[in-house]
Nanobody, 128 residues
Framework: VQLQASGGGLVQAGGSLRLSCSISGPRSGHYAAGWFRQAPGQEREFVAVIRWSDERTYYADSVKGRFTISRDNAKNTLYLGMLSLKFEDTAVYLC??????????????????????WGQGTLVTVSS
């Protein structure tokens, strides 16, 4: 499975961006895809996850209400819509894929170690 993220850029605080992540290759029917971010000198931070089959979602508190994770099954593409961007949202954003659990346990997907596939990052810079 290969993931390719795109859509990052420079935006002013209060602005918006939409990131995309194309997913190719075989994967199981039970699949979850997520977004993480990593700022310089910081640990990788969970942003959001979506279960591919039924589009259940879960968000980090820091982005809840501002970011929206979604997917287009026909295009095999994952999205992250970001509104009301803040300076502290500046980071490299990475998309990742994981085998989904039988039951929806969102906190499982907070840990990056539970993801099997990673794309390269796309840089989002928010100017204050």
């Amino acid at each position: 499975v290969q993931l390719q993220a795109s859509g990052g850029g420079l935006v002013q605080a209060g602005g918006s961006l939409r990131l995309s992540c194309s997913i190719s290759g075989p994967r199981s029917g039970h699949y979850a895809a997520g977004w993480f971010r990593q700022a310089p000198g910081q640990e990788r931070e969970f942003v959001a996850v979506i279960r591919w089959s039924d589009e259940r979602t879960y968000y980090a508190d820091s982005v809840k209400g501002r970011f929206t994770i979604s997917r287009d099954n026909a295009k095999n593409t994952l999205y992250l819509g970001m509104l009301s961007l803040k300076f502290e949202d500046t980071a490299v954003y990475l998309c990742a894929g994981a085998r989904s659990l039988r039951y929806w346990i969102p906190i499982y997907y907070i840990d990056p170690r539970n993801y099997d596939y990673w794309g390269q990052g796309t840089l989002v810079t928010v100017s204050s």
